[in-house]
């Protein structure tokens, strides 16, 4: 049973984070745009107070995966610059930690953007 725990734990965290988003999409006027950013700010926030961690502990992918984790991948990385290099850390850290996502991310787009072709709506 200790082998499905972290699994449970990871759907579990990842759940929570999309069922708050689903309410605040429900229940508020907030565009999903808006709730995008808010996640991200919220991870650099939760993150930058080092609260974050305790969740990533806690539920694992399931915290790091979503973009709350990506704000989170973010503080993470400027504050490491900062402690590395100084105030110039502060400008670089971020991208720097969160580049092979990025990267990751324009490759994949390119090559799905290469294998189908777009369809009008409608």
């Known amino acids: 049973m200790d082998g499905f725990l ?3 734990r990871a759907f579990l965290c990842g759940g929570t984070f999309c ?3 689903q309410i605040l999409i429900d229940r508020t006027k907030l ?3 808006k709730i ?3 996640y991200v700010v919220s991870g ?3 993150g930058g107070l ?3 961690q ?3 502990d806690f539920g694992g992918a399931g915290a790091t995966v979503p973009l709350t984790g990506f704000g989170y991948l973010l503080s993470k990385g400027v504050t490491k610059a900062v402690a590395e290099d100084g105030l110039l850390g502060a400008f670089t850290g971020g991208i720097t930690a969160a580049a092979g996502g990025i990267a990751a991310a324009i490759f ?3 090559i799905v953007a290469l294998l189908f072709k777009p369809k009008p709506k409608g």
């Open 50 to 52: 080092g609260i974050y």
């Open 19 to 21: 069922l708050i988003g």
């Open 54 to 56: 305790h969740i990533v």
């Open 6 to 8: 972290p699994y449970l």
């Open 44 to 46: 650099v926030i939760l």
């Open 108 to 110: 994949f787009g390119c």
């Open 36 to 38: 995008l950013v808010l």
């Open 31 to 33: 565009t999903p745009a």
